[in-house]
């Protein structure tokens, strides 16, 4: 089976960008502001710039602020495709993932997805953030795409129908034909009343451990009743995300090493040894979700559009695909803001935007339960899902490259 692409459309070429089509003395090149300046932002910079669209990006912090960025990124190789498409994949930092064992503690049952019976080259990658980030600033900057430090984009002033003359509230942020919130959360931008939430009532605690045997780029996903436990290859070592109880986060978060490393091999079991552990950090978990992602010349993607659990690692995956997505339907067009473009827009990401949130929503629930039928079920499932190598095949491939491998 030839290798699935999520990139499947013609790439605009050097010199082809179309820019003269909108660019007037009146906006001065400001077509979309992107506000936030962090991995969601600066890719979708990039991803307008490939596109032809000038675009200005706006950061509430400094450079220096956003490159200190602890967490560890799991990216589908559908998402190294568009990081190499946009000149910003930091070879050099990222682990490959060749396998993924999927089991539940105490219960029948597990699966392993293979690299090499999936037809592609890597299941995902594991890699800082801090590194990607460091390789999308230099990208930016060899594009010459401003970058604003320190500074919001207000409420923003429309542009008239003529695309010209601006309206709405006068201030210090120049007329957009397009505002994009690509950063922050879902209640970051301003008040909104079609947001759906969920509070899983817990959290993740994040770290990096050490084992007595090498990770051969095995990544662990193990469900238990405290939560998921997952365990990433990154260089050397192993980045944890171990879910707990929010009421237990503080607790375990506080633990010595020796006593950390107790609990994770308790509730990871022993197929590994741990023998060192850094310093941990914890954050809450939980749903939240716009029912509507576009408004008057405005759009919302990634974090500000769709908050999710960790759980499968498919947050920053979405997000980059809502960014190619996004800078394909704008491709040439006289107005970016265009309602009927966005409305496209909306429209190619909704089986993808939905599916993925359904999926994480329903592992954490199906996992979480301790009714016997269920527990069954779930031992059933991932049996079946080893037994069967086109529905192992089917699953693997919409986590690496979402709706697109349908």
Request: aromatic share 6%; with cysteine; proline share 6%.
């Amino acid at each position: 089976m030839a290798s699935t692409t999520p990139i499947n459309h013609p790439l605009p070429q050097e010199g082809d960008r179309g820019e003269d089509q909108w660019i007037t003395p009146r906006n001065r090149r400001r077509v979309v502001a992107i506000a936030g300046g962090g991995p969601t932002g600066m890719a979708l910079a990039l991803a307008l710039h490939h596109h032809g669209i000038p675009a200005e990006i706006f950061e509430a912090r400094t450079q220096a602020e956003v490159r200190q960025d602890a967490r560890v990124l799991a990216l589908s190789d559908g998402s190294r495709q568009i990081l190499e498409w946009l000149n910003a994949w930091p070879q050099h930092a990222a682990t490959s993932i060749q396998r993924i064992h999927i089991s539940h503690r105490g219960a029948l049952g597990r699966t392993l997805l293979r690299a090499s019976e999936m037809d592609v080259q890597p299941l995902g990658w594991v890699l800082p953030a801090e590194e990607l980030i460091t390789t999308l600033e230099a990208a930016i900057s060899h594009a010459g795409i401003v970058y604003h430090e320190q500074k919001k984009v207000g409420t923003p002033r429309v542009l008239s129908r003529d695309g010209l003359k601006p309206t709405g509230r006068a201030g210090d942020t120049p007329a957009f034909a397009l505002t994009a919130w690509a950063e922050g959360t879902v209640h970051d931008t301003h008040p909104v009343h079609d947001v759906t939430a969920h509070d899983y009532a817990q959290h993740a605690v994040l770290c990096q451990t050490h084992t007595a045997q090498p990770h051969h780029h095995i990544a662990w996903e193990r469900f238990t009743e405290e939560g998921p436990v997952a365990l990433l290859p990154l260089g050397n070592a192993y980045a944890v995300v171990l879910t707990c109880a929010a009421t237990d986060a503080a607790r375990i978060t506080a633990l010595s090493d020796a006593d950390f490393l107790a609990l994770l091999q308790q509730r990871f079991g022993t197929r590994h040894r741990f023998t060192s552990v850094t310093p941990r950090k914890n954050f809450p978990l939980g749903l939240r979700y716009r029912q509507q992602t576009v408004a008057e010349r405005q759009v919302w993607l990634g974090n500000a559009a769709q908050t999710l659990h960790p759980v499968a690692g498919q947050g920053f995956n979405l997000a980059l695909r809502d960014v190619w997505e996004l800078a394909r339907t704008l491709h040439h067009a006289p107005d970016p803001g265009c309602a009927q473009l966005l409305a496209t827009y909306v429209r190619h990401r909704q089986l993808d935007r939905r599916g993925a949130i359904g999926f994480t929503h329903a592992l954490i629930h199906i996992f979480a339960s301790t009714s016997p039928p269920v527990r069954h079920a779930r031992s059933m499932g991932l049996l079946a899902l080893d037994l069967f190598p086109s529905l192992k095949n089917f699953v693997a491939r919409r986590m690496i490259f979402g709706a697109r491998a349908w």
